[in-house]
């Protein structure tokens, strides 16, 4: 019989789109990974995957293989978490993707908990930047609090809260003699972009034809406006003692902009107990 070892590739290449970055996920060299798929081909005299193509493409054959691969590996992740329950055990690490938008100050309630709860769990806390989806399809995190879900049939996600993204400007910018500013006003003055943590089309906000100037982290953005240097979004939490002393104005007129939030896992991936402790929590929070 196949181990699951190798199974788990097939799903990695068929998830990741590339024997490359099966590698990179799982940690093995690629001519490891090729054994693998090799290993699974020739023991079931099957092929899966069309090497004659740019990426590797399942063929029909594959395409059914997978469906069974998928629900072999989720009962077996299934069982382990089930034993490990049983014997009291729960996650070494658990690695959580937080969005940048969101504030901190709503997860650490919850991280008080766990440090009580789960004192033996090491927590990995990644901040990013329009990324938590590709990061839950890459396996470098486990759950992951995110403003985009576009996998839709590979990501289970909750909506639970929101967050006000009003555009602004600092108190000295041009644009704020404007009685009604509208798009082309702004359109000469650089727009204040957070970058994605990967390479990512999913821009929130981001006008095509704006002269854009690009920063990694919200503190940045923020300061970047404050200085007059540009125009942009920032989460209105952040900005909330800048507005009331005029520090930054408000240039969006009527229009609301809410960045929604969602808990966020792999549907083929179940969660131990110290991560389905993180997703039930945030789902209860929109059924209290």
């Not at 639970?160 to 509208?182: E, G, Y």
Request: aromatic share 8%; proline share 3%; net charge neutral.
């Amino acid at each position: 019989m196949i181990g699951f070892e190798h199974l788990q590739v097939i799903e990695s290449i068929s998830e990741l789109g590339s024997f490359r970055k099966a590698s990179e996920s799982l940690h093995k060299a690629q001519s490891a990974i090729s054994y693998s798929v090799k290993l699974v081909e020739e023991y079931y005299e099957i092929k899966i995957f069309n090497r004659e193509t740019y990426r590797p493409e399942l063929t029909e054959d594959g395409k059914l293989i997978l469906m069974k691969i998928k629900e072999l590996l989720k009962q077996a992740n299934d069982f382990d978490n089930y034993a490990k329950e049983i014997k009291g055990e729960v996650e070494l690490e658990l690695r959580i993707g937080v969005t940048a938008l969101y504030p901190l100050e709503k997860i650490t309630c919850l991280l008080h908990q766990f440090k009580k709860e789960f004192p033996q769990t090491n927590i990995h806390l990644n901040i990013e930047v329009l990324s938590g989806e590709k990061m839950l399809l890459n396996k470098q995190i486990d759950i992951a609090l995110i403003e985009n879900v576009t996998q839709v049939d590979k990501i289970e996600y909750v909506e639970f809260d929101s967050v006000k993204m009003p555009l602004l400007v600092a108190r000295n910018h041009p644009v704020v003699k404007i009685k009604k500013v509208r798009e082309k006003n702004l359109l000469k003055y650089p727009q204040i972009i957070l970058k994605s943590t990967y390479e990512n089309p999913h821009n929130f906000g981001v006008l095509a034809d704006s002269l854009k100037w690009y920063v990694t982290d919200t503190s940045s953005k923020k300061t970047l406006i404050m200085e007059g240097l540009g125009w942009g979004r920032l989460p209105e939490h952040m900005v909330e003692k800048e507005l009331v002393d005029g520090d930054l104005i408000r240039i969006d007129n009527d229009e609301k902009v809410m960045a929604k939030i969602n808990v966020a896992k792999l549907k083929s991936k179940s969660l131990g107990p110290v991560a389905k402790r993180f997703w039930e929590y945030y789902v209860n929070l929109i059924l209290s």
